[in-house]
């Protein structure tokens, strides 16, 4: 793998690690065409059982280099070719949003721009209470990509997301955590193991089934109940017939405590 990304595979956990610390983990053209290649092939292989997203040294992602935006201030550019390319390369946000299998941002230190978005992809994140949290676009004059307004509309509403992406005030993890960006801050000294700990948990769980609720989830969100009772249908009966439910359906009879395996 690149050494603009880093990859380790543990006791089911993957971790994904921007490694860009001297530019505070900014995205280049390379690094986010082997984040979606990534994300493609750890949601299907099946001894992946949760996935962690970071960034090395003190940063989680400041999202776009702001340096070559102003030096391509003044070039002339297809518009619509332009359109397209940042389409393909926002691919990385939806793969790892639909991934069928639980997502962590471990966030160390400055999240910011797509980096924010990014972040704002995976299904939990956990931050160092001091990090800084910033959607930051309308700082630069733009308006926001790689799909940071609809997670955040979703989590928080619509009038705070406009806050957020109008004043794109800085918020620490601990501040993100009051109203709920991010599901758990812990002083930076602790956020090693409190992630491994969270991550461990994450990778416990009845990984066919997280895939199903993640489903139903997202389906709640924008669907009618309809929608929501017939895909909840679906999915019920075929994590009727996993390896998990069964075990744990014996388990329970057994008063034991259920061990899944992700089948």
């Known amino acids: 793998m690149s050494d603009v990304l880093l990859e380790t595979i543990e006791d089911g956990i993957a971790t994904v690690t921007m490694n860009r610390p001297e530019a505070r983990n900014a995205f280049t053209p390379d690094m986010m065409a082997k984040m979606t290649a990534t994300f493609e092939r750890l949601a299907v292989d099946k001894s992946v059982r949760a996935v962690v997203l970071t960034g090395a040294g003190d940063a989680f992602s400041a999202g776009g280099d702001v340096k070559s ?18 389409r393909n390369r926002m691919r990385m946000c939806t793969t790892l949003y639909e991934m069928p299998k639980p997502t962590l941002a471990v966030i160390p230190g ?19 209470d001091e990090a800084k949290i910033t959607t930051a676009f309308s700082k630069v004059g733009l308006s926001g990509d790689f799909g940071g307004s609809y997670f955040v509309t979703k989590m928080l509403g619509e009038a705070k997301t406009k806050e957020l992406y109008f004043f794109a005030d800085v918020l620490m993890g601990k501040d993100a955590e009051a109203i709920g960006l991010v599901n758990k801050s812990v002083p930076a000294a602790e956020l090693p193991a409190a992630a491994a700990a969270l991550a461990k948990r994450l990778a ?27 895909w909840e249908a679906n999915q019920m009966i075929r994590a009727f017939e996993t390896e998990d439910h069964k075990g744990a359906a014996t388990a329970f009879v057994e008063k034991r405590a259920p061990e899944f395996n992700g089948r």
């Open 69 to 86: 935006f102003a030096a391509k201030a003044g070039e002339k550019v297809d518009l619509n070719n332009r359109i397209q390319e940042l």
């Open 110 to 128: 400055p999240a910011a721009g797509a980096g924010f978005s990014l972040a704002m992809a995976c299904d939990m994140r956990i931050a160092a």
């Open 204 to 230: 416990s769980l009845p990984t066919v089934a997280i895939g199903y609720m993640k489903k139903n989830i997202a389906t709640a969100s924008h669907g009618t109940l309809t929608d929501v009772l017939d």
